[in-house]
């Protein structure tokens, strides 16, 4: 034990065990020093145990301990082996023996420093676990991990959820070139290096981080001096922003309503007021902080406020009429609205209070009672004044409502003296027609050319002037109350037939093309086939004048609407189009879109007119679109009427789908 360099004490306080074993001439413990636990004994061991460590104490995974001391022996060299030790309680330990071989005078073993591996695995588990802590968070945090050396070059740098990792390769980069946007990033690298911690927000490419460094107590090989971590906090800036712009949005609300608010504690103090009910009360809100509510009042109002208080303490809400005194001493009327406030335990901790300026009100209430009392007075003289004026008031009426029947018999009058010239006024012009068709086919017959077209004059203006007398005496029929319905039955291709014979020459005058659409031409139906008729040749009529070398669309159908059978006539051209302003003007009489258009393309301007009222009478209406430059569309709606109340019947059997629809085309001649 002499040329020990350790002793019992200070082997223990290194954490191992020192062992001197002897395998020749004969094995055996020659000394032991310090943990001699590690080997399973409760205190030191004798030299004679060395059997029973060689026996059953120790173990090698690979080969027994006795072979590993022989190995080491013949080898010379020293062996290292991790060996389970199996103590008195039969728990187990892994240790770790470094085997170094000697010989000495015929004797040979070894020098044995036994360490226990069990600190060292927890150490290294916590390790792996802390590794693993980190890897966790960082792989799921927006961050960045780097190191700088003492010039200020990146040792070490790993993105996570920052950025494209594979972006850009910031090992060996200098800090200022790699966030030029970052002014006091020099300064940030000095006082780390100084070993002051960094805790600073900065903004880079448009994002926010924040930056936590401070110097590294380690040596890595790489020369790294600082070592920290960017945290990218762009989502929280701007929860943070959006939480400042909510406060800054509710300040301003708070401090821009039309109301006055008030926070008060229990006991009356005020904790905070409005921009508005300091500006009612004649101060500031920063005043008013600290004070009572008792010293924006009279005596009267303390005593009241007392009570109003109590009420509040009881839990009571409350709304009621009641005067503060502004700083000049006048009353501020207004309406309180008060509520109880609590604390998250459900303790009262004073009112939240609305205040309403009333003041106003006050002074009309007061002006009204005042005008009240003269006002009944005035009413009074007035009720006199009115009597004499409702008797002439009445007498007038009587003149007027004399006048208007006078004028309305006068109209009836007209419109039925027109009615019943219709006989007088047609016949000559029947006569001059006709003779003037007999004069047309002699100048064609004795070869007189050069008459002719003044013949076609007269006969051109003596059937425009019979179409206007015809218009002007139906209108006339009509408001005379003396137009007629005739309920026929008739198939509904005969009308479409005779419009399409008569339309035919209008739409080759002016180059244009018709189509007529009907889909049931068999269908036959029961209605007043005059006015029909009448009603869509003016629309067709209409269309075709107002169209140049362009389509003129008629769609005639009949449809079911809520168990009622319905006709529905489309009349769509692709003409000059009518404006907006002008849609509800068309139909009254005697009225054009423009003075322009009555000149350029004629007309009485009685057609719309007239089939807007025939269509009324049938139970139905006219409805217009248009749009200048696109055209028009006319669309007629009416109820059929039937005196037998029976469903329109087809000369044909009715097919499971709907007849493919006929469509007869006009086009002018090329």
């Known amino acids: ?90 728990a187990v330990h892994t240790t770790r023996h470094e085997l170094k071989p000697w010989r000495d005078e015929g004797a040979s073993g070894v020098d044995v420093v036994v ?15 802390q590794e693993h802590w980190i890897h966790t968070v960082s792989s799921h945090a927006p961050l960045v991990l780097f190191g700088i050396d003492a010039t200020g ?22 800090l200022v070139d790699a966030f030029p946007e970052v002014q006091n990033a020099n300064d940030m690298l000095i006082r780390a290096l100084a070993g002051l911690p960094i805790n600073e927000v900065f903004e880079h490419r448009g994002e926010t981080y924040e930056v936590h460094c401070e110097p590294a107590n380690f040596r890595d090989g790489r020369g790294t001096e600082v070592v920290g971590a960017i945290i990218d906090i762009s989502r929280q800036a701007l929860l943070d922003q959006a939480l400042r712009d909510n406060e800054n949005y509710l300040h301003t609300i708070i401090h ?39 010293d924006y009042m009279d005596d009267a109002g303390r005593a009241r406020s007392q009570a109003k208080l109590a009420r509040r303490r009881a839990g009571i809400e409350e709304r009621f009429d009641f005067y503060f005194i502004r700083a000049d001493g006048t009353k501020l009327w207004c309406i309180i609205s008060a509520k109880p406030m609590y604390d998250d335990e459900g303790n009262h901790r004073g009112s939240l209070v609305a205040v309403t300026d009333i003041s106003r009100r006050k002074q009309a209430e007061d002006a009204l009672r005042h005008a009240r009392d003269q006002l009944e007075q005035r009413v009074r003289e007035r009720t006199a004044e009115l009597a004499t004026a409702n008797s002439l008031l009445q007498q007038e009426v009587q003149v007027r409502r004399q006048a ?59 059937n425009h002037l ?81 169209t140049e070398s362009g389509q003129v669309n008629m769609e005639i159908e009949v449809v079911t609407r809520n168990g009622v059978e319905w ?20 139909f009254h009489a005697f009225s054009q879109t423009d003075e322009g258009a009555a000149k350029c393309y004629g007309g009485t301007g009685l057609g ?34 039937r005196s037998d109340d029976e469903p329109a019947t087809h000369e044909e059997p009715v097919r499971s789908k709907r007849d493919p629809a006929t469509v007869i085309q006009l086009r002018p001649r090329q």
């Open 1 to 90: 034990m002499e040329n020990l360099v350790l002793d019992d004490e200070l082997a223990r306080r290194a954490g191992i065990l020192w062992m001197k074993l002897q395998l020749l001439p004969q094995p055996r413990l020659v000394a032991v020093v310090g943990l001699h636990e590690l080997l399973g004994y409760s205190q030191k061991p004798q030299a004679d145990a060395v059997q029973t460590l060689f026996a059953r104490r120790v173990s090698n995974p690979d080969c027994s301990y006795l072979e590993l001391v022989e190995r080491a022996v013949e080898t010379g060299d020293a062996v290292s082996a991790k060996v389970r030790v199996v103590d008195r309680e039969s």
């Open 115 to 129: 360490r226990d591996l069990g600190v060292e695995t927890l150490l290294e588990q916590r390790n792996k676990l």
């Open 153 to 174: 070059h990146f040792t070490y740098f790993e993105r996570h959820n920052v950025g494209n990792p594979d972006e850009e390769n910031m090992i060996g980069r200098n």
């Open 256 to 294: 821009t309503i039309t109301d006055g608010i008030l926070v008060n504690d229990e006991r009356g103090r005020i904790e905070f007021a409005n921009s508005r009910l300091a500006s009612l009360l004649g101060t500031r809100p920063e005043d008013m902080i600290g004070k009572t509510i008792f």
């Open 404 to 462: 208007e029947e006078n004028a309305i018999q006068a109209n009836r009058s007209k419109s039925a003296f027109l009615a019943s010239m219709s006989h007088e006024l047609r016949t000559p012009l029947n006569a001059i027609i006709g003779y003037n068709e007999i004069l047309l086919e002699d100048v064609a017959a004795d070869g007189l050319p050069q008459f002719e077209e003044d013949l076609r004059r007269i006969h051109w203006s003596a």
């Open 466 to 546: 019979l179409d206007l007398i015809n218009d002007i005496l139906d209108l006339s029929k009509i408001e005379a109350a003396k137009m007629e319905l005739h309920t026929e039955t008739f198939r509904l291709g005969d009308i479409v037939e005779e419009l399409e014979a008569t339309i035919k020459p209008l739409a080759l005058k002016n180059s244009n093309t018709a189509t007529f659409s009907c889909d049931t031409r068999n269908l036959r139906i029961s209605t007043d086939r005059t006015k029909v008729k009448q009603i869509l040749l003016n629309l067709l009529s209409n269309a075709c004048k107002f």
């Open 567 to 586: 006709f529905s006539a489309t009349c769509q051209d692709t003409g000059i189009g009518i404006p907006q302003a002008q849609h509800e003007k068309i």
């Open 608 to 641: 719309l007119t007239i089939s807007k009222r025939l269509t009324q009478m049938l139970g139905g209406d006219i409805e217009v679109e248009s749009q200048v430059g696109v055209g028009s569309t006319f669309r007629v709606q009416f109820p059929l009427r």
